[in-house]
């Protein structure tokens, strides 16, 4: 299975390789790469796939590559942007990011006896001939302004290279560098089987599946995906069994079943826009290849409720090549025994905790990422960081939004982890947001002449304490379990209160603008697209609150039913008495009242959203509390 000649195949045409008279030589040259398609991406992060074929492509590929394709605004999301009567978009070819060719295993050419290649062009979208829009275009934006922006910094606050370890001024670099990587998990199961919530419950308590070895089917695919996607260039770090999962079966014919496993892989940073492309591209490579294998896989961020679900943690860096061609770390402390950061790393942190609020609805824009942000996941639940409990002691602290990875012995190792991204997060947005609120900080750090003493006490200042930048009335650092060492009460007077609801996450939007401002730079995140993200993910939420939530509770509650017979106990008896009045008050209506779910709908079609979100939060409490009812009720009988 997959046992082509890879050494045959086209995998990418690298930025250096992207002039017309190489791509056609290199394309005829590759017979089984057979369409080429222009990879629009919107705002809500969908990628366009057309198929044009090669020969087309070829004959008018001059044209194609300086103007374009043009389609319209049914193929892509861009609401109050390209609307139905002004719906013309462009997709123009990105010529400085790998264009990769997609593989369909199951399409085999009779030609080359190899799988049918798409190569896939990279491209932003124009509207109406003048209006650059959609995600790709928002994160070069703000990667062209971070650099500007902070290089003119650096110009002006030369103090700072007092803390910077390889440079004397601003004279002596020749290029900003931004790095980016993220970690993709996912899960993987035999396509009929049914997750068993209380096995994999407790095979996670009881930490029996953590990164312990993958056997059969699974353990295939995971070394066939890294293997290919090394190929592609895509370096490949590490692949393995994460927290979640439950051991596999064994038929009577020697094949693998009920498969139920979470894996992870990491690779090699990148620039921010290749990172970003990287991460969509490694995950049409895992479907494929797990497909392959009779194995399905799920990015959602919680695909079981009560189980461990799947991250995307999202790494970002900051770095600069000098004039003599060395690469130095913007962020790492020139003492790093006696400083956790310089100035550019500690405001580059503080920018993103001050802004979270408005970078948030980008990370978490949907009732699945929601449901991934609660406590007791090692998922974060509050805007707070950790830095480790000495200069010289790193704690990689699970517990917190952000923390600081570092290395003594490597300086170019210093990034910040960003834990709350999940693999349906636009990597592209996640990361414009990020570095404008890193820029936004590092402004406020330098222009008030900071240094990292001072800089390091601002970050964990306390309740109440007063401070240049950070706001009062919430503190920014803990080294302790965010979890265990706090109540929730404890939790949201330090922290602030986690928005858990679409609406209002994107609330952060209306409610805090001087945020909104500190991340749109000039033109980054224009009102427009402000405006045309938050109708698409406000119409995504209420839609699948209102046909898909809803209908799922719905056949749950009829699945609830009567167990107990003529040797029920009271106890028994008293438990399904519970259930039932619990299951009309959620699920039945009549006359006199109205059910919880119709109570919901009703909202959603009024167009009430706040009252809708209210009602959300109350139906997820009581069909918790079913749930747990009815777990209880079942155990008893015999």
Known sequence: MLDFDFERMLFKIPPNEHTNEEIAEILKAHPEVQFVSMVGLDIAGNDTDERIPVRLFLDDMDDMLEHGVQTDGSSVHLPKIAELNNAKVDMIPDKNVNWYVDYNFDNISVKTGLPVGTLRIPAFLIHNDKAEVGARVILKKSVEQFKSGLMELLRQNPYVFEYIDGADSADDLEEILITSATELEFWVRTPEDKADKEQLSTSQELKEQYWKRTYGPVRTALEKTLEILDYYGIEMEMGHKEVGGVKSKITRSGSHDHIMEQLEIDWKYSGAMQAADNEKHVKYVVRDVFNQFGLSTTFMAKPVEGVAGNGEHTHLGVSARTKSGKVISLFAAANPKEDFLN????????????????????VSPSLDALNRLKPGYEAPVCIVTSLGHSAHEPSRNRTILIGLVRDERNPLATRFELRSPNPKSNTYLVLASSYMAMLDGVRSALEAGKTPEELEKSIS????????????????????????????EERNARFGVAPATVWENLRGFTKYPEKVAAISGEGVFSEAAIESYTAYALNQWKTELHNRTIPEYMRDIREYVKKHGDDATDYDIDNWEKITSLKYEIAKSSLSKKSLLARVREALDCGDLQRASDLQLELQAKMSMLRNLYSTYRKNLL
């Open 343 to 362: 100035p550019i790393g500690f405001g580059s942190l503080m920018g993103i905790l001050k802004n979270y609020e408005v970078i948030n609805p980008f």
């Open 461 to 488: 200042k306390s309740l109440g304490e007063e401070d240049f930048y950070l706001e009062t009335e919430r503190e920014y650092r803990t080294e302790k379990d965010v979890f265990e060492d706090f109540t929730e």
